[in-house]
C-alpha cells in the first residue's frame, strides 16, 4: 500500500510570508526600544560626568559662570537649550571645607513614537554631584 502523502508536494511559501508579516513588527518594535533605551542610558552617563565636572570646578573656586561653561562643554553632542544646571550653595557663600553641590537636568525627546504612552515625552534626566570645597 502506499503512503498517501509520498507523491503530494506541498507549497509553504505563502505560510512563511505570513509568519515573516507577523513578526517583523514585533522584531521592529524591540530594535526601536533597545535603540531609545541605549540612547536614555547614554544620556545619563553622559550628565553624570558633566555633573562631576562642573562639581569639580566648582570644589576648586570657580564661578557659577564659569562652572555652566565647564558642564555645557562636558555634554558634547545634547543640545545645550535644552540643559539646566544648578549649584548649591551660591557663589558668595562657599567656603573652605562646605560640601558643593552641581546638579544638572536635561529634557531628552523621545524618537520612538509607541513609547509615548510608557515615558514621558520629553523624559527629564537629572545627575547630580557634591564635593567638598578645598
Request: proline residues 4%.
Amino acid at each position: 500500500m502506499k503512503n498517501f502523502c509520498q507523491g503530494v508536494k506541498r507549497d509553504s511559501g505563502g505560510q512563511a510570508l505570513v509568519e515573516t508579516a507577523l513578526v517583523i513588527p514585533l522584531l521592529l518594535l524591540l530594535l526601536m526600544g533597545i535603540i531609545q533605551f541605549g540612547l536614555i542610558f547614554n544620556t545619563d552617563f553622559i550628565l553624570t560626568n558633566a555633573s562631576r565636572a562642573g562639581a569639580r570646578a566648582a570644589m576648586l573656586g570657580k564661578s557659577d559662570t564659569e562652572i555652566e561653561t565647564i558642564v555645557e562643554g562636558a555634554v558634547a553632542g545634547l543640545d545645550t537649550a535644552k540643559l539646566t544646571v544648578d549649584t548649591t550653595p551660591s557663589e558668595g557663600s562657599r567656603s573652605y571645607g562646605d560640601p558643593v553641590t552641581v546638579e544638572v537636568r536635561y529634557q531628552l525627546d523621545l524618537i520612538v513614537p509607541l513609547f509615548d504612552g510608557i515615558l514621558t515625552d520629553p523624559m527629564p534626566l537629572k545627575a547630580s554631584t557634591t564635593m567638598r570645597m578645598e
